[in-house]
């Protein structure tokens, strides 16, 4: 098998369709169709469904992407560690959540930048979901991601503690207060997208509050979540350490909440390597240096 083939089956599977690969891939989409068709051609059956949707993985596309995931990372690493006198140096490409990106990693970015120099580094942000598909598939080296995270493939550590909030509108002085000035079907939950575990975490407190069908409206912004929040357009969950920075901090209301809801961890995460190359070991050394673990 081709690994560009499989490289470009697997970021078909990851988009759900031709042209996000192609988009993804730099490349044009009769290419990405060609490298498809050729792929499930040496295999001798179909690896997606089509539909006006999109793409989805047939059982043979699911069985092989685990495989192509990994070939692809290998082949990565391999380049990587070829490559690698022991001076951290070359790209490096990091992952974060935007809430984690926005608070927790500007000084810890420019403390790395400061040390390593010769390093090109990358910050790509996403939801943990992605994230770790990401650190999986070899497109990231490491990314930080809510726990709990548990995969044979990955190791973790703790990088932040953070404590979660519900966020409202300034007329809410308390959950009590939200809770007598809302509907019966709920506050409308302003969230990022499915895969989000703030999300996920918003959602079973929604429930928890006796409101399972609340209506859910995606943002893809931090600001922009809680500019709508601040315009009583609904409530999100967000790590206090964000809100409390936000220049919008006054004109909306911070609800604590018991410690099964309030706290998180963020972690580090990366893949299992015989050989942790020295931009990666530079940054994680970064990462574990004095009072990087912080409590919000």
Request: charged share 20%.
């Amino acid at each position: 098998m081709d690994l560009i083939d499989l490289v470009t089956f697997s970021a078909v599977a990851r988009c759900g369709g031709i042209t996000r690969a192609a988009e993804e891939l730099n490349t044009v989409q009769s290419n990405v169709t060609q490298r498809v068709k050729a792929l499930e051609a040496e295999i001798g059956t179909a690896l997606f469904e089509r539909h006006s949707r999109g793409m989805t993985l047939t059982g043979a596309g699911r069985r092989l992407l685990p495989y192509a995931q990994r070939m692809a990372a290998l082949s990565r690493e391999a380049l990587l560690a070829a490559r690698d006198d022991g001076e951290p140096k070359g790209p490096l490409a990091i992952g974060s959540m935007e809430t984690t990106a926005a608070v927790r990693l500007p000084g810890l970015l420019a403390e790395f930048h400061r040390r390593f120099p010769k390093v090109t580094l990358t910050l790509k942000t996403a939801t943990t979901a992605d994230l770790v598909t990401g650190v999986l598939e070899g497109t990231l080296d490491g990314a930080f991601v809510a726990a709990p995270i548990e995969h044979g493939d990955l190791l973790s550590a703790v990088a932040f503690h953070e404590e979660l909030v519900l966020v409202s509108a300034l007329r809410f002085s308390s959950l009590t207060a939200l809770r007598a000035g809302t509907s019966g079907s709920g506050p409308t939950a302003l969230v990022f997208r499915t895969g989000c575990t703030y999300r996920q975490r918003l959602e079973q407190l929604l429930t928890d509050f006796g409101w399972p069908s609340a209506v859910r409206f995606e943002l893809g912004t931090l600001d922009g979540m809680i500019g709508c929040v601040a315009a009583g357009m609904g409530v999100t969950l967000l790590p206090r350490a964000v809100v409390e920075r936000s220049q919008q901090r006054d004109e909306i209301s911070i609800h604590a909440l018991d410690t099964p809801w309030s706290r998180v961890d963020t972690l580090f995460v990366q893949r299992r390597s015989t050989h942790q190359y020295s931009a990666l070991t530079g940054f994680t050394s970064c990462l574990t240096a004095a009072d990087h673990v912080i409590a919000a």
